[in-house]
């Protein structure tokens, strides 16, 4: 760990705001021999070389993080370096942070204000953690805490999360192809990293259905102005509803009242759109 993760929240926050003002267009910071370096450092000011070890503690710790700004306002991808660097989320005023992994992660910088939310891909131990079942979700709780970092050691992972996050941005019918090429054009997916068949596949799926309903941008407003919910006993159990259902549920079957005796009259009502039958997030 670096000197900036045992630094108290309201000093680092500090140094990170100077070094945005600091920065240029292109995002490079002062050379070492500046005297911008002197104004960051509590040290003397006066020991050229402690200025110098500052200024080169700042760029390796920077360096070492990936965070790659998106096409999407406010969404970055990465690896895990970028969530494990306190400094680099702070310079880039990340809010939150989205894992894609094989397990739940460690929310690191919970004490810095920072929210966590793991996409877990592991349907050999539990066949609902599919990807395409949880992108609903993902993509609202990225358009609820941004800026965000979508990241993995997986370097596709976060592509497709982000491809996810632009086909429910979209006012129309966008293309997987098309946003993957969004992804390559912004450098979220590099020439080097191919999206494999099975990726493909879940994002597809998740075209699918959050295309084939015209209610699809409503339902997923709404579920962002609610608070996650925890998992149920009966949907850790596997009862879970399918995430991907954006159906609206079929009619309430026949409701007798019972009151000693059964009524011979039965009155139907649509469900809500909104009930518990369909999961959103």
Known sequence: MSDFDWMPTDELAAIAATLRKAMDRDGNLPAPDSP?????????????????????????????????????????TGDLTGAESRLSLMLNEVKAVMYVASHEMEPLWDGDGIKYHTVVISPAVEPSKTLSAQLIEACSFLKANRPALICSSNPVLPAVVLSAALISAGAGDVSVDAVLDQCRECGALSAADAVGADELSELEAFHEAWTRTPKASTTLAVATEQPSTPRTASSAAGEEPNALSLHSPTEKGTKRARNGMAKDTAAREPRDPLSTDTVLA
């Open 36 to 76: 911008f370096w002197a104004t960051l450092s509590s040290r003397d000011e006066d020991d050229e070389e402690d200025l110098s070890e500052l200024a080169c503690d700042v760029r390796m710790e920077l360096d070492g993080a990936r965070l790659c700004a998106t096409c999407a306002p406010g969404l970055f």
